[in-house]
T-cell receptor, first 116, second 112 residues
């Protein structure tokens, strides 16, 4: 079964508008971490934001925020005031449990295109 | 060296040949990982290592082996390459549970 689901293969947004990238996850572990990464066309993986399962508030990092709905098992990434440089692939990932041997599982990704 | 270095950057390999992808980090991270990235599938874990001297299997370990003789190096070996192993390979490392993965720049491997 898919641990991480990103249902939007591609998204378009107008420059300066906000956009939400969806991510749902599946786990029975009460302790887990959720991560979002950006991969521009150059190929490197860039960490954006982290949300822990016990965190009381939604994570924010500059123009990035995470809409964490624990009961619905969703962790959507919100990018405010989109810029042309935000055009990239975006991956949601989850790490379960407290043991170091728990790996990080990734979704299939969403390709975001920011239009001028 | 700063962060994670992967080599080679790209490689074309004949099927049946043996190949080792190199990964070196200078951050003294205990945990290291190998992922492969394929279109539409995201990143899938091949093997991991929690600390020097230990390794474990990920989602797609078949056809690959790893070793972790020291903290810094985590090579990935394809014993006998097949075309389905054509992919982009990323090495990554991290410190603690809440830490993000630090990635290398990837190796683009084509098996013909």
């Amino acid at each position: 079964a898919q641990k991480i689901t990103q249902t939007q293969p591609g998204m378009f947004v107008q420059e300066k508008e906000a956009v939400t990238l969806d991510c749902t996850y599946d786990t029975s572990d009460p302790s887990y971490g959720l991560f979002w990464y950006k991969q521009p066309s150059s190929g490197e993986m860039i960490f954006l934001i982290y949300q822990g399962s016990y965190d009381q508030q939604n994570a924010t990092e500059g123009r990035y925020s995470l809409n964490f709905q624990k009961a619905r098992k969703s962790a959507n990434l919100v990018i405010s005031a989109s810029q042309l440089g935000d055009s990239a692939m975006y991956f949601c990932a989850m790490r379960e449990g407290l043991n170091n041997n728990n790996d990080m599982r990734f979704g299939a990704g969403t390709r975001l295109t920011v239009k001028p | 060296i700063a962060g994670i270095t992967q080599a080679p950057t790209s490689q074309i390999l004949a099927a049946g040949r043996r190949m080792t992808l190199r990964c070196t980090q200078d951050m003294r991270h205990n945990a290291m990982y190998w992922y492969r990235q394929d279109l539409g599938l995201g990143l899938r874990l091949i093997h991991y290592s929690n600390t020097a001297g230990t390794t474990g299997k990920g989602e797609v370990p078949d056809g690959y082996s790893v070793s972790r003789a020291n903290t810094d190096d985590f090579p990935l070996t394809l014993a006998s390459a097949v075309p389905s192993q054509t992919s982009v390979y990323f090495c990554a490392s991290r410190t603690g549970f809440n830490s993000p993965l630090h990635f290398g720049n990837g190796t683009r491997l084509t098996v013909t």
